[in-house]
């Protein structure tokens, strides 16, 4: 096996000019410890030069500690060399409580290779060419019938549009809803300040959606069209699930006015207390935009979303998706459909929910008589503190990474608790127990919250 390497061969003597160009290789970076390089045969016929001079710098650049020689793996860049690069040090782990994973530790991987081994050996080589803009039909089918099953959506084939992930759903609908006339886009607060980057990058103006105990709040709707992004089942990052009445008056709203909703339903499937609450989508299907990933139920590396889109948005959305060319590859697209076609991804889905389940209770347990906030659901929690950035400073000096309700990342406007999101569905299952205990020695060692004292007077 021939391994490629560019090297300039600078100044007389080839000899002399390839050690130079190894070691400023080494030192720049471009061949890091561990690289493999070319045989001297190769080498030598790729660079026009005698084998006996490359074996000749081999053995010097081994002698010098550039180089190791391993036998039956080649000549390989030694692990430690001397370079002029600036020497760093090495950190202890850190224990992460930070919230929008989930346990990617727990991915399911011998399920999956089984997938793209099965459809590695059947699949038609027709499927490997570009695929269609909205996805591969196996895969739309298999959705549109799961999200019906799971979430209760009204769905077909012809209405889903395969993404990679939300952020790229978002982006598809940020440049194709001005083309049906929209113009303003209402936005939970708090939320992803990345969400509202997305869609003013698409010419949309954001204005804010206040969110309560009962979820956003219609009242604030602006008048006239526009469009709604919610996350009804389990507010991110509050934690509220929107009541039956608000649901109903969002989805009347889109409909008076000749808008949508963008239904953000990136945890849906995980209810511990009660059976997981339905999708809005099947309120107004005209008018709704409902959004599902991978990235919370499996893994967020995965990149496979999907958008069950209106049929008067549907060739906008596809049009745009066609010019951004940013499709989810085939072999992936028809890999997921088999996963879950055989039940894999709803059996995960029910392992992990016993899994978070338990965390979310433990967590609960472990801060009482704090209460801690959000529904019992999803895979994130809301905790009040008195001092919020000095709590996340305290706990990053402890080895533990927290997220503040109002640290970079979030759009919040005023009013809103001062509170840390702990992602409790993050860490690998090793690593949950000392994550908690860490977590209970910081919010411990700050005292209970104001509003954990007021409970206590009353």
């Keep these: 096996m021939g391994f490629d390497l560019h090297l300039e061969l600078k100044g007389p003597g080839l000899g002399q000019a390839l050690e130079a160009a190894l070691r400023d290789g080494v030192r720049s970076g471009q061949l890091p410890p561990g690289t493999r390089l070319p045989g001297t045969r190769q080498l030598a016929a790729d660079l026009g ?149 997305i869609l003013a990058s698409g010419g949309l103006e954001t204005v804010p959606l206040p969110v309560d105990a009962d979820g956003a709040d219609p009242a604030a709707l602006p008048p006239g069209p526009g469009a709604a992004i919610l996350t009804p089942a389990h507010q991110h990052p509050l934690g509220a699930t929107l009541t039956d009445e608000r649901r109903a008056a969002f989805a009347a709203w889109a409909r008076r006015h000749g808008g949508y909703l963008i239904e953000d339903d990136y945890d849906g499937e995980f209810r511990y207390d009660k059976r997981a609450v339905g999708a809005v989508q099947a309120i107004n299907p005209k008018h709704i935009v409902y959004a599902g990933s991978t990235s919370k139920a499996l893994a967020p590396g995965v990149r496979i979303g999907w958008l069950i889109v209106p049929d008067a948005l549907r060739q906008s959305i596809v049009d745009v998706a066609g010019e951004m060319g940013a499709a989810v590859p085939a072999i992936d697209q028809l890999a997921f459909a088999d996963f879950v076609e055989r039940g894999e991804y709803d059996r995960h889905i029910r392992r992990m929910r016993q899994v978070y389940a338990r965390r979310r209770a433990e967590l609960v347990a472990r801060l009482a008589p704090i209460r801690v906030g959000g529904a019992n659901a999803g895979l994130h929690a809301l905790v009040p503190v008195d001092d919020e950035r000095r709590t996340v400073a305290r706990a990053a000096r402890a080895g533990l990474l927290l997220q503040g309700l109002h640290s970079p990342g979030y759009w919040t406007g005023a009013g809103l608790p001062s509170a840390v999101v702990v992602g409790y569905a993050a860490p690998p299952a090793h690593a949950w127990r000392p994550s908690l205990d860490l977590l209970t020695q910081v919010i411990r060692a700050a005292g209970p919250s104001l509003a954990a004292r007021r409970r206590r007077r009353t």
């Design 49 to 197: 030069v005698a084998r006996g001079t490359v074996v000749q710098v081999f053995a010097q650049l081994t002698a010098e500690g550039w180089l190791t020689a391993v036998g039956g793996s080649g000549t390989r860049v030694a692990s430690v060399t001397t370079t002029d690069k600036p020497a760093t040090t090495t950190r202890s782990p850190r224990l992460d409580l930070r919230p929008g994973r989930p346990d990617v530790a727990a991915f399911p991987r011998a399920a999956w290779a089984a997938s793209v081994r099965r459809v590695l050996a059947t699949a038609d080589a027709a499927l490997l060419n570009y695929p269609h803009a909205a996805g591969l039909p196996a895969l739309r089918t298999v959705l549109a019938d799961y999200v019906a099953r799971t979430r209760g959506v009204r769905a077909t084939a012809d209405a889903v549009v395969v993404t990679a992930g939300f952020r790229h759903g978002l982006a598809l609908l940020a440049r194709a809803l001005p083309q049906a006339g929209l113009r303003t886009m209402a936005v939970e607060n708090p939320s992803f300040e990345l969400h509202r980057q």
